[in-house]
């Protein structure tokens, strides 16, 4: 499955989906994103988005100019992020605020040396925070990212990829369960 496959198997209501995916997977449509750190994102999000037919369309995508290394950069992105997403959205929204003050005892490494430049672990980390609604991981990538130089375009951007990403998935998603039930 490619992206061409996945924008055709976009029923006609998400046309505006269609077009957003074509439009924020370039340099153009991505202002203050290099196409690594597009390709990074996409990855990221794709996974975070939980489909598997446009992970494997956006992974293909991703793999025409990114090395294994970069690749694997990415997906760290996403895996770290699923659990310090989950961990650190709990000790923000727990009415009791003791939690914030624990030790967090999870390995993070991959942080350190994520494989693929840090401004795109980052941003890949933003998109996936933003997909995964933790305002906190938000907050902490979002103010790492500026401080080493993207623009606020290049932060919007970002999210503006994994918006895209995660609809396009959600939207899949549900096609495939209403073909699914009018086959049974």
Known sequence: MNLSDI????????KDLRLNLESV????????LSDLQIRAI????????R?????????????????????SGAKAAA?????????????????NKEYETLRTSLRMNVMANPGIEKQAFELASLAVSAI???SKC???????IREH??????VQSAVRIAAVLHAVAVTLESTSRIDALAVA
């Open 7 to 14: 924008k055709s198997a976009l029923p006609d209501y998400a």
């Open 138 to 144: 938000v907050d902490s990538h979002e103010k790492v």
């Open 51 to 71: 489909n598997a037919a446009l992970t494997t369309a956006i992974e293909a995508f991703a793999a025409e100019k990114l090395s294994e290394a970069e690749l």
């Open 79 to 95: 895996a770290i992020m699923a659990m310090t997403n989950v961990y650190y959205r709990f000790t923000h929204t727990s009415a």
């Open 149 to 154: 130089g993207t623009s606020a375009q290049g």
């Open 132 to 134: 995964n609604g933790c």
């Open 42 to 49: 996409a990855l990221a999000s794709a996974i975070a988005s």
């Open 25 to 32: 997977l370039t340099e153009t449509g991505a202002p203050g």
